[in-house]
């Protein structure tokens, strides 16, 4: 089955530790996003990407750094720079062709908790 | 201003009741605009795309006016089941690539 995949579900985390959320797809999709999602709030984007090797910082990008190494993955470090870190973070992909009404598809989300 | 503006709600409407949420967008440049419903805690799903001649889809309707900078959704006879959030799509093509940026969600319950 295809489709972009978050691990892991729940996460926990001591406060200053670096923590990696993954996220992977095999849709052959060619952009990437990562987003938070704090609660009863809409989601902020933190980064995207559309090419291997290329990535572009999004709105709130501080405190956390990605890679773009293969096409199919897009893992997210939420580092101890990162004031409050406790969220929901999504991961989406989407293809890119000249037809701009293309869906975003979304994994189920990593829920990180820093204590 | 905020680059894609909602009201946050809720709304509380009666079972069959028509309901609808605007959405606003500050960059004239936006390319193209779509409607995702997220359940709770839950990740958004594609509601609809929203088409400059305006689209429907069953008791969906959707509509862009690109000069007024705002897209709207319509849900006639409202379904408990729509009960959700639901979160407006604007996509701009920068020169690092397609952003996808998220207004904040409106909150509808649909109520017996």
């Known amino acids: 089955d295809g489709g972009i995949t978050q691990s892991p579900k729940y996460l926990f985390r001591k406060e200053g530790q670096n923590v990696t959320l993954s996220c992977e797809q095999n849709?052959?999709?060619?952009?990437m996003y990562w987003y938070r999602q704090d609660p009863g709030q809409g989601l902020r984007l933190i980064y995207y990407?559309?090419?291997?090797?290329?990535?572009q910082k999004g709105d709130i990008a501080e405190g956390y750094s990605v890679s773009r190494e293969k096409k199919e993955s897009f893992p997210l470090t939420v580092t101890s720079a990162q004031k409050n870190p406790t969220a929901f973070y999504l991961c989406?992909?989407?293809?890119?062709?000249?037809?701009?009404?293309?869906?975003?598809?979304f994994g189920q989300g990593t829920r990180l908790t820093v204590v | 201003r905020k680059e894609v503006e909602q009201d946050p709600g809720p709304f509380n409407v009666p079972e069959g009741a028509t309901v609808a949420f605007n959405c606003t967008y500050s960059?004239?440049?936006?390319?193209?605009f779509f409607w995702y419903r997220q359940d709770c805690r839950k990740e958004p799903k594609l509601l609809m795309s929203?088409?400059?001649s305006g689209n429907e889809d069953g008791r969906f309707t959707a509509q862009l006016n690109r000069a007024s900078q705002y897209i709207s959704l319509l849900i006639r006879d409202s379904k408990l089941s729509d009960s959700a959030t639901y979160l407006c799509?604007?996509?701009?093509?920068?020169?690092?690539?397609?952003?996808?940026?998220f207004g904040t969600g409106t909150q509808l319950k649909v109520e017996l």
């Open positions: 849709l052959n999709h060619d952009a």
């Open positions: 799509v604007v996509r701009v093509l920068t020169g690092g690539g397609n952003k996808l940026t």
């Open positions: 929203v088409y400059s």
């Open positions: 989406a992909s989407s293809i890119v062709t000249g037809n701009m009404n293309t869906e975003a598809f």
């Open positions: 960059n004239s440049a936006s390319q193209s």
């Open positions: 990407s559309q090419i291997v090797n290329d990535f």
